[in-house]
Each structure stands twice: as structure tokens, then as C-alpha cells.
């Protein structure tokens, strides 16, 4: 175990690396330049201060690190990251890690509230539909997972809001986010819209491999021994065929938690959550080179970790698995 640790450590190191690299990469290749905006800008408003444009514009690229050649600023970015020091906004001029812990807390509350109600959702609705498989109710099941799949997350919000508003349930007060821990009510009452459709979105996923995963174990020999023992199919189906059916299940769960982090970037800027995901919209928006790349990566360490802790639980789940086998 502690072998395939290491080589999986090494392995995330290489994929945040990559993903670093990519993002500094495309960055640097699309249109635009913030130091020129800027500029611009306070030549357009009367801010300026007598220099000429060319002198405002050389100036601000020297402040803002754009002056360098683009090997030394991923030289100078590389080493920033290694130091964990990734600079600071363009916009906000403080540092991005302080930026990223001011939005961490908020897209973690949206996060584990999606991944609770998908678990809630898919695991009773799988194991319904598997033990009635073919039946009416396996098939209507099976439809709704299927519109859950197809219908994008911002629409389930969109239709819910509309309900809730409609019928007066509570009041959406997306102007000024409530604090997490200073108002747990009004909090809650902000994230469960978001955190219910990226749940149905994800929930479909995990609910359609527990399914087909629960009908292959229940036809296993074991299983049809424990019928013919005389034992009641409840106590069939809940202690041996979902227990066995759950395990390879939990692999699953990096998918739904990558589908949880692409439904936050639109729900939180559509329910104006200030969390990773509305973060980085407004830094590409405003090409903010340093808060965009730093938000990329705590987005590809979150990611790499879960996986790798997902991976480990699996293991100690069912020791039957071969760890040096299965590092791949």
C-alpha cells in the first residue's frame, strides 16, 4: 500500500504539473492584455498622470510581470508555485492564495451538499430499479436519470427557482451572499437550489452505475445460495448484493465529483455565490493571469487528492484487490 501511495503522489505531482502548464499556456495565447485595458481605461476616464500611453503602457506591464518573455514568466510562475506563492490578483492587488481561502469555504458547503443529495438520491433509486428490473417502475426510473443526465444543471436551477418563487416556499436573496457560519438558515436557503440540481445531475450518474452494477451481482452464485438458504430477499438484496455492488461503485465518485466542480462555475454565478467557480469566471473575464492559474490549480490538487483518498478507501473496502496491480 504504501508503495502504490507514493507512485500515485508522484503521478498527481506530474498532473498538476501538466494542468499548471496548460493553463499558463492558454492564457498566453488568447486575445487581449490587462495592462493595456487598464491604461486605456484611465486615459478614457481623465485618470492619467501626463505620461504618454507608450510610458503608461510599459509601466504597467513592468508592475503587472507582462514585460518578461514568456519563458521567464513560467520560469518565475513554476518557482512562485513551488514556494506557494502564486502572486497576487491583477485586480484586487491582494494575494490569490487569501483570495482562494475567501472562496474555498463556500464552494466546499455547495460541493458536500451536491455530493450528499446525489448519494441520497442514486443509491435508493438504483437499487430500486435493479431489483425491479424491466418493470414499469425501471423504467420510469430509469427515464428521469436519463433527463437528469441530458438536462444541463443551470436549467434544474433555473425550473426550481421558478417553482420556489412561484409558490412563495422561501425568499432567494442572492444580493449579498450569507455567511456560511454567521447565518446557517439563510445560507442554507441560498445553496439548497444549487446543491438539489447539481445533485440530480450528478445523482444520475452514480445512480445508473449502481444499477447496473447491482444487477451483475445479483447474478452471482452467492447470491442465488442465499435465496435457496431460505433467507428473506431483504436481507438478500441490502446485506450481500448492494454491500458487493456498492464497492466498485466507489470509483464512481471522482466522476461525480468532477461533474459537481463543471455545475459550480454556472450555478454559482448564476446564484452570485462567491466560490471557486464564480471566481473564476470573473478572472478570465477580467484576464486576471495570476488568480485564474491559482484557482485552476487548488481545483487540480482538490481533484487529484479526492481521487487518490476515493482510490484508498477502495482498497481497505475490499482487500481483495491487488494494490500493485491496480495502479493503473
Not at 436573496?173 to 447565518?183: H, L, N, S
Not at 459550480?264 to 473564476?280: H, T
Not at 478570465?284 to 479526492?306: H, K, N
Amino acid at each position: 500500500m504504501r508503495g502504490y501511495i507514493v507512485r500515485r503522489l508522484l503521478l498527481n505531482l506530474v498532473v498538476v504539473w501538466i494542468v499548471a502548464t496548460l493553463v499558463f499556456l492558454a492564457l498566453r495565447v488568447l486575445p487581449g492584455d490587462y495592462a493595456a485595458e487598464q491604461v486605456a481605461l484611465r486615459f478614457f476616464t481623465g485618470v492619467g498622470d501626463g505620461r504618454s500611453a507608450d510610458e503608461a503602457l510599459a509601466d504597467a506591464r513592468a508592475e503587472l510581470g507582462l514585460d518578461k518573455s514568456i519563458p521567464e514568466q513560467y520560469v518565475r510562475y513554476i518557482s512562485d508555485l513551488l514556494s506557494g506563492d502564486l502572486g497576487k490578483s491583477f485586480v484586487t492587488r491582494r494575494s490569490t492564495v487569501d483570495e482562494v481561502g475567501r472562496a474555498l469555504p463556500y464552494s466546499l458547503q455547495l460541493g458536500v451538499m451536491t455530493a450528499v443529495i446525489a448519494v441520497l438520491i442514486s443509491l435508493p433509486v438504483g437499487v430500486i430499479s435493479a431489483v425491479r428490473p424491466g418493470s414499469l417502475v425501471d423504467h420510469l426510473l430509469r427515464f428521469v436519470a436519463i433527463i437528469g443526465l441530458a438536462a444541463p444543471s443551470f436549467w434544474i436551477a433555473t425550473m426550481f427557482t421558478l417553482l420556489v418563487l412561484r409558490f412563495d416556499f422561501w425568499r432567494i436573496d442572492v444580493v449579498g451572499t450569507p455567511g456560511i457560519w454567521a447565518e446557517p438558515l439563510r445560507s442554507l436557503e441560498l445553496f439548497v437550489i444549487p446543491a438539489v440540481a447539481g445533485g440530480l445531475a450528478s445523482g444520475a450518474i452514480l445512480m445508473r452505475y449502481i444499477r447496473s452494477q447491482l444487477l451483475e451481482v445479483l447474478g452471482h452464485d452467492y447470491i442465488r445460495t442465499a435465496r435457496s438458504k431460505g433467507l428473506r430477499e431483504r436481507t438478500v438484496i441490502l446485506r450481500h448484493a448492494v454491500k458487493n455492488a456498492l464497492i466498485p461503485a466507489i470509483t464512481v465518485l471522482g466522476f461525480v465529483i468532477l461533474a459537481v466542480v463543471n455545475g459550480s462555475v454556472i450555478l454559482e454565478a448564476m446564484f452570485n455565490i462567491p466560490g471557486m467557480g464564480r471566481a473564476i469566471v470573473g478572472a478570465v473575464q477580467s484576464r486576471d493571469f495570476p488568480m485564474v492559474q491559482t484557482l485552476v490549480v487548488a481545483i487540480a490538487v482538490g481533484v487529484v487528492t479526492i481521487n487518490l483518498l476515493i482510490d484508498m478507501c477502495y482498497f481497505y473496502i475490499d482487500p481483495r484487490v491487488s494494490v500493485s496491480g491496480s495502479s493503473a
